[in-house]
């Protein structure tokens, strides 16, 4: 089943707790509020639920895939919002706020150029990337990407049939988000709408930082889930936009030009093959 989600993550998405209510009705002062106690604290395991090792030999068939996260979408808003921190305890940022966040603080450090990896970029390349200041007149504005600006993710993952297991599988390995040129911000004379990658990052090592920031639960603001969760769980609504194939990984754009509905159709198409993957597996 192509968007399955794996029971161990409800499991772990119903079992931990929002920062900001814990201790909530047992503080006496403000700043027991989000505070465990010692004994919550021996008993607190939580973290990324860890992948299971996967041997090459048990992988019989795999493609890559590259989807496209459009955050205009209602089921992909817990990854946009929120956009004013002022009034939101420190657990609850956007994905694109933790990012920035685990790379400044040196928790993420495998951030790349590119999908494929080639490229290495430090946190000053990625501040270049995200800041533009101009000078007009003896003044200099600054213009700086922020959450608002970011309009979507790109996620590169493998699709694959594990043998030992009997079973489809998707692994996340990488995410991109998506914005504007900063080059081209506060300059009307450009209309550039086009969205860029703004850097790359290795998914499994940046899955603590993930775990550690919480999404509001609409159903029950007791339980967090946090973005390790949604993702490994693939709640989101995607299109795949590339797939890994003999012409270079080229995209669909490249060979069905100037028709949207056209390349939705082939996405459908190459979603529907690696669905019937696994139906095709158990055929003898």
Known sequence: MFQKIYIVFFISIFSSAVYAQTNLLN??????????????LMADNDGPIPYGYVDDRDIMWSKVVWEFVDLNQKINLPYYFPIDTTNISSDR????????RGIKQGKIKEAYSDSFFNSKITQNEIESR????????????????????VQGYMLKGMWYFDKRQGELKYRLLALAPMGRDVQTLGVKEIEDENLYELFWIFFPSAREVLHDTKVFNPD????????DHLLNARRFSSVIVREEN?????????????????QLLEADKIKEDIRNKEIDMWNY
Do not use: C
């Not at 503080?27 to 505070?35: L, N, P, S």
């Not at 940022?93 to 920035?100: H, K, V, Y």
């Open 27 to 40: 503080a006496k002062t403000v700043e027991q509020i989000g505070k465990k106690n010692e004994k919550q």
């Open 93 to 100: 940022r956007s994905l694109f706020d933790t990012l920035i």
């Open 130 to 149: 995200l800041v533009n200041i101009r000078e007009e007149n003896g003044y200099k504005d600054t213009f700086r990407i922020q959450t608002q600006d």
């Open 220 to 227: 029950n603001a007791v339980n967090a889930i946090s973005f």
């Open 246 to 262: 003999i012409y270079g990984n080229r995209a669909i754009a490249d060979y069905v030009r100037g028709n949207s509905l056209f």
